[in-house]
């Protein structure tokens, strides 16, 4: 099973922008399409975006299309969400997954059904 640990988030205002890592340990990183989530406080998680094992396709929730961009490198086994002009409602925990089915299923699949989850990594933007 892949292991994963994110990091980047923190604190900014609304405007500013963060780039959050996931890394990837165990099974070859390579097979994996990857995803982000994000849960905000008293809300369900919801689906921010996913990328196809080499790379090729990208999918983003309406929320933030054209502000995130997700890639992978897949020589250092990680994964990246860049977040521009972020908001105050881009506020949550935001989770790395992995999972070898399709990209572009992510979304539309439950939170029990990922092979893998990071422990999460908190993103708050002030007004």
């Known amino acids: 099973q892949v292991q994963l640990v994110e990091s980047g988030g923190g604190l900014v205002q609304a405007g500013e922008s963060l780039r959050l890592s996931c890394a990837a340990s165990g099974r070859t990183f390579g097979n994996y399409a990857m995803g982000w989530f994000r849960q905000a406080p008293g809300k369900e998680r919801e689906f921010v975006a996913a990328?196809?094992?080499?790379?090729?396709?990208?999918y983003y929730a309406d929320s933030v299309k054209g502000r995130f961009t997700i890639s992978r490198d897949n020589a250092k086994n990680t994964v990246y969400l860049q977040m521009n002009s972020l908001k105050p409602e881009d506020t949550a925990v935001y989770y790395c997954t992995a999972d070898r089915t399709p990209a572009r299923n992510m979304e539309l699949m439950d939170a029990s059904q990922f092979e893998a989850w990071g422990q999460g990594t908190l993103v708050t933007v002030s007004e």
């Open positions: 990328i196809t094992w080499i790379g090729t396709y990208k």
